[in-house]
């Protein structure tokens, strides 16, 4: 469901100014070809990065009598503009359908809406900023709105508790909640292979998408005197990753298959939120509707690998809806 506010009158925009420490405007008309190439991308923006009285996204058509007073007010001469205001005043403002360069410079911003969301009092809901293991490549975005989550499939997965949007999740993981000691939360909010360490996951998406990183992360439980360290999960140690397949992969096909392109994970890798982030080499993952994400081996000797949540990130391109593209989101020049 949209998170944007559409402008109807100059007095709403005046009271969200004020209400508001943050304000994403974008200013667009219905016949602007580059502004509805761009729409999708501001509406994924605006779902991530929406809280209630600390970061609200809006739309003003230019030509509505309330969108030709706010735009003649801050002398917008070219469409798309999106100007980003800060406690009432100007702090940006960014010309014509670039996306990367809107996703920069909301991100600069990101910093301090998280900062006016946990000091502002406004809770932690889904309408805040998504928990990240790590931070975003400068000028791409977190793909998760665009993954088509009914699509999602998987093989050798403990469906025990297993939620296809568990490895999505925008919430912080209960392990990093409980210091690493998460194998006893009271809620299940990971994902562990079954019979053997292996995991294959089918990742289908919305739109057509540029994959610039993978974010794995995994927070296995530390060692109990009781238990067996071959019995504790482990985090995965090689990955292949196959583009733009059709349906989910068996494992003999996998193992026989030459991968898009395969990982090894070293323990150097992970971060203090167990977090390993992976640069994917960019030009063989462009034009990707899905990938198949294949976890060959762990980095112990247990018979169980665990995934706590799972981020793509690069770009939108086009919009898949009923079996037709829809051209969105392009750089100029291209």
């Keep these: ?81 999106f100007i980003i205001f800060r406690n009432g005043n100007v702090a940006e403002q960014v010309r014509g359908a670039d996306p990367r360069k809107l996703q920069s410079v909301v991100e600069q911003l990101a910093s301090d809406i998280e900062k006016a969301g946990s000091s502002g009092g406004s809770g932690s809901g889904s309408g ?21 989550i009914p699509g999602v499939d998987w093989s050798n997965v403990d469906e025990s508790a297993f939620n296809k949007r568990t490895l999505f999740s925008r919430e912080k993981p209960s392990a990093l909640d409980k210091s690493g000691a998460s194998g006893e939360c009271e809620t299940k909010d990971w994902v562990e292979s079954d019979t053997d360490e292996q995991i294959m996951l089918y990742v289908p998406f919305n739109a057509t998408v540029k994959l610039h990183t993978l974010q794995i992360t995994s927070v296995p439980p530390t060692e109990d005197e009781d238990e067996d360290e071959d019995e504790l999960p482990m985090r995965p140690k090689t990955i292949k990753i196959f583009a733009n397949r059709t349906h989910i992969l068996d494992f003999s096909e996998a193992e026989d298959t030459q991968a898009t392109q395969e990982i090894e994970l070293g323990e150097d890798d992970w971060n203090k939120d167990g977090t390993a982030n992976i640069g994917l080499r960019f030009v063989r993952f462009q034009n990707v509707t899905s990938v198949v994400i294949f976890v060959v081996d762990g980095d112990g000797s247990s018979e169980k690998v665990r995934l706590d949540r799972v981020r793509l990130i690069g770009e939108t391109g086009e919009k898949r809806e009923m079996g037709k593209l829809e051209k969105i989101g392009d750089e100029p020049g291209e």
């Design 1 to 81: 469901m949209s998170k944007t506010i559409t402008i109807s009158s100059r007095e709403q925009f005046s009271e969200l100014l004020k209400s508001s420490r943050i304000v994403v405007a974008d200013f667009y008309a219905d016949w602007c070809a580059p502004c509805k190439q761009i729409a999708p991308f501001f509406e994924q923006l605006s779902r991530q990065l929406s809280q209630p009285g600390v970061a609200t996204f809006v739309k003003i058509n230019t030509e509505t009598e309330a969108g030709k007073q706010v735009g003649a007010e801050y002398a917008v001469s070219a469409l798309p503009t």
């Design 128 to 148: 805040g900023l998504a928990w990240r293991g790590a931070d975003l490549p400068r000028g791409y975005t977190d793909l998760t709105d665009v993954v088509n």
